[in-house]
């Protein structure tokens, strides 16, 4: 009877493992496709993908705050800035306490009533897409966008950077991931793959320079373990050209 029993735990075991792998597959596909259908803005299924990216899978990043702060905090000189793609708020929180005038925004509108329900409650955070930033033309000294624009769909990823660039009075800082995200190729969060030419070429074509000054001191500096590789941590350091 124990033998029945435990022969029976483990086909259970087996068949809920291979379900569940045969799911991740499902929505890795599923992804990769509406990365590629024809849209102008965010999608439902982009704000659903990520509240689930936070919530149900408790992905809590801290890029942007171990990586990058400290560079900026070191090299830029600026009063406002914007931390868009802010997730759970570390980098905007350091901001806020070091006396900067930062504003945040990300596309999970659970993140935000949850995890950043208070800076939200002060109008210091708002629920928006790269693609479609709510704030005036020349807003910041500069915006700070850490690990957020290889999440993009290359649909999108254009629109994105010109609003980044909109916003900005002068200083833009990104670090964005060459690589994917994902172990075994399940579940790929990072919809735009290319190489740094790729994403400097959008970039210079929308009346930015590069910092190389700073560029030149930071890169290389830092390396961070995306999905199964360690590689260095990629900065994109760019003057807004009056």
């Known amino acids: 009877m124990t033998n ?28 990769k496709i509406w990365n590629y259908l024809p849209s102008k803005s965010i999608t439902w299924h982009e704000r659903l993908k ?11 990043t801290r890029c942007g705050f171990d990586y990058a702060i400290k560079y900026v905090i070191d090299n830029v000189k600026f009063l406002t800035v914007l931390d868009v793609g802010c997730g759970s708020g570390f980098s905007l929180r350091e901001f806020i306490r070091l006396g900067y005038d930062a504003k ?28 479609t930033l709510p704030f005036p033309d020349d807003s910041f000294d500069l915006v700070f966008c850490t690990d957020v624009l290889e999440h993009i769909p290359p649909k999108n990823v254009g629109n994105a950077i010109s609003e980044l ?4 009075k002068k200083n833009i800082f990104c670090t964005i991931s060459l690589n994917s995200s994902s172990k075994n190729n399940v579940l790929e969060y990072h919809a735009t793959i290319q190489p740094r030419q790729y994403w400097d070429s959008i970039f210079l074509a929308n009346n930015v320079k590069t910092n190389c000054k700073i ?3 930071i890169q290389g500096t830092n390396k961070a373990k995306i ?10 350091i760019y003057e807004k050209i009056n």
């Open 4 to 31: 029945n029993i435990n022969k029976r735990i483990k086909i259970r075991h087996i068949i809920k493992s291979n379900l569940h792998i045969v799911r991740r597959h499902f929505l890795s596909n599923l992804d």
């Open 50 to 60: 990520y509240n689930r990216y936070y919530n149900k899978y408790n992905h809590i």
């Open 104 to 131: 945040g925004t990300d596309i999970s509108d659970w993140l935000i009533k949850n995890e950043l329900k208070d800076l939200y409650e002060k109008g210091i955070v708002f629920c928006a897409p790269a693609e």
């Open 165 to 168: 660039i909109r916003v900005s």
């Open 215 to 217: 560029l030149n001191k």
């Open 227 to 236: 999905g199964d590789k360690i590689v260095d941590v990629e900065y994109f």
